[in-house]
């Protein structure tokens, strides 16, 4: 308990120690008096002035006397002024003074004691309260670019604060007072000539305020130079080294000695400025807002002249010369030494002449092409103690008189058949010397000094020659002269010996050339004793005749050269030849062959494939020269599957055929493409199909009767469109016989006898009256007594059968016909008639008549004449069908088998009796009528007259009596 009061103790006595030494100090050390405030707002910078007694040691305390917010604190030694005794501080604020008030306090310090703090001192700014306008500071600044400025908004009383921007860009603000926010933007790039916009806004959308800042820099000079023009003045140039960016008002300012100079603007930041007396010292000072920048320069007149251009220039021109005049402004220059250029400048040429003398006015210029136009223009320098050039004058032109032509640049082009042409290149500029009016070409001959001379228009550079006339026969040399006239007069004369052929070329003497940068390059072996030039001549390789030839003109000295030209193409091959002598007669030494760029050939060939058992051969043509477009290498075959193609085979350039062998049999596609270095084109493509031979055969078999079947149809098709004709000429109708028209008489029975002959001819007596026709009796030979036959003969003979008809038909009605073709034979009537009968071939009557029955027959059976059978061979032997019965008048009749004492043998002639009655009432009314009459009164029948359905017949005749009836039937068809 006692040691803690002890420790109390101790603590209150040093408590009061420590107090009692701080009220030493603060009588020691004096608080600082008399402080006042000095503010520059343009510049930001504060002054703190006060009075310090014997210190020298000061804290100086800023603040910003709304929001109480420390902006500088620090310890400072600061002196006093000796006169006044004050010391004074100069702070610079980053924010403009404006923005806010500040509150400035100092003390004293001597090591670790201070004395109090002095009264407060406030620089009040504009965010008072009593102050309600929208403010922004700094207004129109000027700064330096790099450097940071920061920029102040103050709102209006009672408003809000919305957004800072800087140049569209807004920007973080820091609030420095109740009303008032502050941004600072950092290294500042130059502005452009309207400079920076800053602003802010305010909550409400009419409240805004800004600023513009103008950011550069300070003047930096170089090049400083003063000269005289006139040996009087001075005119001084100096260049502006970079930009300040800052104009109007804010510009640079020049001065020189002092004085403010009327600025002129050169090209490329080049000043100048005029003074009215020259002075061989001088000092150039530049200043702007930002700084400023001085050069200096020390010079006599006489080594800085600088002539003025000159004035008045005019011209007199001849054809080849021209005189220049010209005139001086100031007068100074009569005495002076002067030095002048003269420039001439023309279509394609420019050149500079130099001439001198004291207070120069003239010069001739020598040596100019004729014909010409030129432009020309003066300048002129001190001869002594030379400076620069003066400027140039104006530009005058002019142009130079006509001279009469250069001598053309004559060539041949001779064709393989003694025609050719003589050919002159158009001048080149500054050679025709004038217009040329026309060219005159002469052929003359030195042996009869014979002359033919032709007038060619000036547009025309060519004209043909033939010489296959009697000059050439007699060998008599002929030299072509060509001359050009324009308005001064004609050229001298070109000649060149004719003739000569120029075209032959050999291909395997001709050497490959390669197109390198941008020529052929050509060479050839000089000839040391030649004392003539050359001429390589060029055209394209398809030319054969009157070809457009380009050539050159060498001298004898030079054995190479590189021939350029803009015709060149690629994919086209050029010839060269190498001649001697062009004045003479030219001779031929090398040829060379060459493309200015190789490429693919331009058309595909043409394959042709042919099948040689199992192989297939492919033959081409070869791509014509104008189509190659390049050194044709040669030809790569493939096979052509659709999606690849195999390769079988690179042949060289002189093949046209390859053989693929060992096919199997199908369907194949050859590719063949051409190539050149440029590549392959895309080549030419044949289908074939591969077949063994007994297709073959069997297609040549098809083929063969194919063509036979259409032989037969055309002539069937003929014989049918003439079937009139045809039956008329092979198988004529055969006369209908006609029955007499009294069938009165009582039925007699058929005698038919065999006649001597194989053949029945038809007798027609023209004087008989045709519609009296009729049947006529022929008696019989041998009739037997009984009338049951006739008497037995072979029927193997040759000689016909005669028959014998006899009339049993009384009744008036005419005789109706089976067929409607036999009107002719029914429209007469049945009177007794006769008709000699002869049979071409036993034929089955088509058109049999059908007769009524007669009713007055006492007999239901026909009445039939009796045969007998000749003998085994066989006779004749009548065939007769029932007719119809009375008891059933309603069906046909039904055919009955004759006796067997009737049946023959199947061979011999067998008449058909198969009439058929028209009806029942007929047949009993005629019965006794229709088997009396045999079947040769159907003599207008074209059928056979055999039976049908005789089963004793071959089967082979009755196929060609069925054929025969096919026939039959066509024929009978056209009858009309």
Known sequence: MVTLNAMHLLKFVWLLVLLGFSCWAKDVIPVPQQVSLSANLKTQQVSISWSGGEATAFDILILRTE??????????????????????????????????????????????????WSSTQILQGNDRPTNELMQFYPQDRIVAAGTNITFCCIIKEGRLFSSFHFSSESVNVTRLSRRTYAATIYNQKPSPPYGHNAYCKGKAPAEISGAVVFVGYPPVLTDFICETYDLTSAVCHWTERQNTHLLGKRQTRYSINGRNCSLVHLEQNRKQCSVPVWENDWKLLGRNSLGEYSLNDTAEVRTRVVPLPPEELSTVASARNTTVTWQWKHNHYSSLPLVCQVELTSSDDRVKRTFSGVGLRSVVVLDLFPYEEYSIKVRCGAQQNFWRWGNWSKTITFQTDCDIPSTPDVWIWMNNDSTGQVLWKPYEPRMSHGPVVSYEVTLWSPDDDTRHTQIISSDTFTMPVNLSGNTANNNTRVIASVVAKNPAGLSPPASINLPVHLTDLDSEAITKVDFREGAFPLSWQSDAESNCGYVVQWHVASCERDCSVEWIKLGEEISNVSIKSDAFEPGVRYYFSLYSCPSEAPELLMQWQGYMREL????????????????????????????????????????????????????????????????????????????????????????????????????????TLGVTALALIVMTFICYKKRKWVKGAFYPDIPEPKLPSDWSAPQRTLDVKPSPHSMVHIVEKPEW????????????????????????????????????????VVDDRPIRPRYPDSTDSSASSLDSGRTDVTYTGIQTSGSSLVFQSDPQSSSDEPQVAPVSCGGADGGYRPQMQLQVTPENDSSLAQPQSLPESHVCSSSGYRPQNNWHLDSPEEADERRSLAPSLGSPTSIASTQFLLPDGSSDEPAEEKHQSSAATWLTNLLSSTKP
Request: with cysteine.
């Open 67 to 116: 929001l109480n917010d420390t902006i500088f604190y620090e310890t400072l030694t600061v002196a006093a002024d000796e006169a006044s005794g004050q010391h004074e501080f100069k702070w610079m604020s980053v924010e403009p003074l404006e923005c806010t008030s500040l509150s400035f306090k100092l003390r004293s310090r001597s090591g670790l004691m201070t004395s109090d």
């Open 600 to 703: 693919t050939p331009s058309s595909s060939i043409q394959l042709s494939t042919k099948q040689q058992d199992s192989d297939v051969l492919i033959t081409w043509s070869e791509i014509p020269s104008t189509h190659q477009r390049g050194f044709l290498l040669g030809y790569n075959v493939y096979l052509n599957n659709g999606s690849q193609l195999t390769p079988l085979a690179s042949l060289s350039n002189q093949e046209k055929s390859y053989t693929v062998k060992g096919l199997p049999f199908g369907s194949y596609k050859f590719t063949v493409k051409p190539f050149t270095s440029a590549g392959e084109d895309t080549g030419g493509t044949a289908t074939i199909t591969l077949e063994s031979y007994a297709d073959w055969l069997i297609l040549d078999i098809l083929a």
């Open 769 to 808: 009256d045709s519609s009296k026709e009729v049947l006529v009796v022929i008696p019989e030979e041998d009739e037997d007594d009984e009338g049951q036959g006739i008497r037995d003969e072979p029927v193997d003979t040759d000689e016909p059968t005669s028959l014998r008809y006899y009339n049993q």
